[in-house]
């Protein structure tokens, strides 16, 4: 059986893992508690009336399948329409609880899960083990008849695809995986947004050909139904499923609406317009922090924010030596103290402090300008000039963008390297550029999916491929071949992935902090990112929001249906 870091699990044989023995351990155990989001008032006008809440973005995405996509954005709306069958405890880093399934096992390569009997689609039709097969076959299986095909997204090889070798529905409520191998996050998976439950029904109506349509009416068996997408006024409206199996939500709406001016958002939540705003950035924290009518919430984040390059498209940043003097020159603090206002901390490797196999004896690369100059003539490199892609509205793991990369561009100036900033205005045409490979290097980051180190490691930093397709003595890969949509750096080092793969297969946590701990010393030298910070996770709540109804959390959510409003 298996462990984390961040919920110890109670401790049976060496390959299996129950949901009572985990949860009884869980209950015992102090979880430290992280981030989310919030809403506005019916005193206050603006787009909520009653008990309407309000939750303010800087995105507004147009699709709403949960496997089309690798947008958190998206993820805020699904996971009020969708449930998954195993979830993410409100208020904790991490701990499992029920939720489609209310109990399950994993036993080596089988996973057996049994689901509650009182669940029902919006549509009115019960949920059975049938509806669990038909989704994950849609995400995974090209010879199904609704396979989804080159519109999935890449969560499907990280949810299902690379690891479930058949998925039976052995009884009306009784759902049995069968693995290709063991597998330690696949519990966790299960919880992340992507494996949310889908319709048979609504798949087999919309027919082979029509399958993207979902995303624009979705039929979950969530707390809130789908209502309405006003792409014009880039607002969705989700209205109150009273049917719900965990009890009606407080509020009779939710409704999501994008403002992408950082100051103008923040001035909204503080008049009432909005009840819930995120992704603030330093200036718009300090002007929710001084207002009467609304507060900053702010907890520890399990997220990364660096920079990549791309070793497929730019032969330069195949030298190591070239790396580590970028990331020297850069200033990792005075993007951390300056521009995210202590918010954030600066970064060495790409797991988080908070998640199993963080190496605290990594140091970070210091900042020396005249190190890293001398260190990129010693590569022979006296004329380097990229690109870098960036977005443009506010994330979490980088609450300033377009200043971030102003400020790389003029600390890459100083030692004669030329950087031109490529700036977009919509985050998911920014992905489709990012994730086809057509960036020199971008400005990315990644909010934690399910608290386990592989969620980083593997997804961001793994081709996706066997050891012994990687060519030998050649640290990246062809971008068609590798298999990571979110690896967007196209690096391959086989010892990483030797590690990597290891933490993957063992159940045992003290062996997979070792791996990690190997794994990311390789990362960090050799630097296939600039690492630059571990962010807050930073929310504005306006005062109509009753505060003990509003949970932060820093994995899944946010629980929209447990908000209540003055």
Not at 249 to 260: H, N
Not at 262 to 291: E, Y
Not at 372 to 394: H, I, K, Q, R, W
Not at 534 to 558: F, M, Q, W
């Amino acid at each position: 059986m298996f462990k984390y870091a961040i919920v110890p699990y109670s401790r049976m044989s060496d390959d299996t893992v129950s949901r009572r023995g985990f949860l009884k351990a869980a209950g015992a155990a102090t979880v430290v508690a992280t981030s989310t989001a919030g809403c506005t008032d019916s005193g206050g006008g603006g787009d909520g009336g009653g008990d309407e809440l309000v939750y303010s973005r800087g995105d507004h995405p147009q699709n709403y399948d949960p496997q089309q996509t690798t947008s958190g954005e998206v993820s805020k709306v699904t996971n009020q329409i969708f449930d998954t069958l195993i979830q993410f405890k409100p208020g904790t880093s991490g701990e499992l609880t029920s939720g489609l399934a209310d109990d399950w096992t994993l036993d080596g390569t089988t996973a057996t899960l049994t689901l509650r009997e009182d669940a029902t689609f919006h549509s009115g039709a019960d949920l059975t083990a049938t509806d669990v097969k038909a989704t994950i076959r849609r995400f995974i299986d090209d010879e199904y008849d609704y396979y989804l095909g080159s519109d999935r997204s890449g969560y499907a090889s990280i949810t299902f695809g690379d690891w479930v070798d058949s998925v039976e529905a052995t009884g009306d409520y009784e759902v049995t995986i069968d693995l290709t191998q063991q597998y330690a996050p696949f519990l966790r998976n299960l919880a992340i947004f992507a494996a949310a439950i889908l319709s048979r029904d609504q798949i087999e109506s919309l027919g082979a050909d029509a399958q993207p349509e979902l995303g624009t009416d979705p039929v979950g068996t969530g707390p809130f139904e789908f209502d309405q997408l006003d792409n014009e006024t880039q607002r969705v409206r989700l209205t109150a499923f009273d049917d719900y199996w965990g009890g009606a939500p407080s509020v009779s709406a939710v409704i999501f609406k994008t403002t992408g001016s950082n100051q103008t958002r923040a001035q909204g939540l503080i008049n009432g317009d909005a009840h819930i705003t995120d992704n603030l950035d330093a200036q718009s924290i300090q002007k929710v922090s001084s207002a009467d009518s609304a507060s900053v919430r702010q907890k520890n984040g399990i997220n990364v924010g660096y920079m990549a390059f791309n070793h497929d498209r730019k032969p330069a940043f195949r030298d190591p030596l070239v790396k580590r003097a970028i990331s020297m020159a850069i200033n990792r603090d005075e993007i951390v103290d300056s521009i995210y206002q202590g918010f954030a901390a600066s970064a060495n490797q790409p797991l988080p402090p908070d998640v199993l196999g963080h190496n605290d004896d990594i140091d970070s690369y210091p900042h020396d300008p005249q190190q890293a100059e001398s260190m990129l003539a010693d590569a022979g490199v006296t004329d380097l000039s990229f690109e870098l892609a960036t977005f443009s509205n506010p994330r979490g793991y980088n609450p300033n963008p377009i200043q971030t990369a102003t400020q790389v561009k003029s600390d890459l100036a100083e030692i004669g390297v030329d950087v031109e900033i490529n700036q977009f205005s919509q985050f998911s045409a920014y992905l489709e550029y990012t994730y086809d490979g057509r960036h020199d290097a971008c400005l990315s980051g990644w909010y934690t999916d399910n608290a386990d180190p592989d969620n980083f490691m593997y997804v961001l930093l793994h081709p996706g491929t066997d050891i012994d397709d990687v060519p030998a003595d050649q640290n990246y890969i062809a971008w068609e071949d590798k298999n990571n949509v979110s690896n967007v750096s196209a690096w391959v080092d086989t010892d990483y992935m030797e590690f990597v793969d290891k933490g993957q297969r063992t159940y045992d946590d003290a062996a997979r902090q070792q791996y990690y701990h190997q794994a990311s010393q390789i990362a960090h030298d050799q630097a296939p990112w600039v690492y630059l910070d571990y962010a807050d996770l930073i929310r504005g709540v306006n005062e109509a929001v009753v505060a003990e109804s509003y949970t932060p959390t820093s994995v899944g959510g946010p629980f929209l249906d447990r908000v209540e409003l003055a």
